[in-house]
Structures are given as C-alpha cells and as structure tokens.
C-alpha cells in the first residue's frame, strides 16, 4: 500500500473538509392533503399512508 512520504499540513486539511457542508432537507407540499413532507418519500396523514397524492396504506386498528 502507498502511503505519503511527507505529512499534510494541517491548513491542507481544513481546507478539504471545508467543502463538507449539511445541507437542509428538501420539503415539499402534497397537493391532496396539503402537509409538508420529505420529496420522494411516503408520508402518514389522517392513519393513511400517502404517496405522490395517492392513498397507498391504511393503518388498521385492532
């Protein structure tokens, strides 16, 4: 295995990880129910399971 012959200098690193930014979550309103959810991902609302505007589950009570 390579390994470096000389040791990176401490500005060389915080210069690379500064370009590791968090980035805010994308939200997105649904048109049938209205609520703010995560894009692409499937949201409950009201004990249904909704995705793309379109019931796909109902929460079943025992």
Aim: net charge positive; hydrophobic share 35%.
């Amino acid at each position: 295995m390579p390994n470096p012959k000389r040791r990176h200098s401490k500005q060389r690193t915080a210069t690379r990880r500064a370009n590791y930014k968090a980035t805010a979550a994308t939200l997105s309103v649904d048109s049938t129910t209205g609520e703010a959810h995560l894009m692409h991902r499937a949201h409950w609302f009201e004990g249904k399971l909704f995705y793309k505007g379109k019931v796909v589950m109902e929460k079943v009570v025992k």
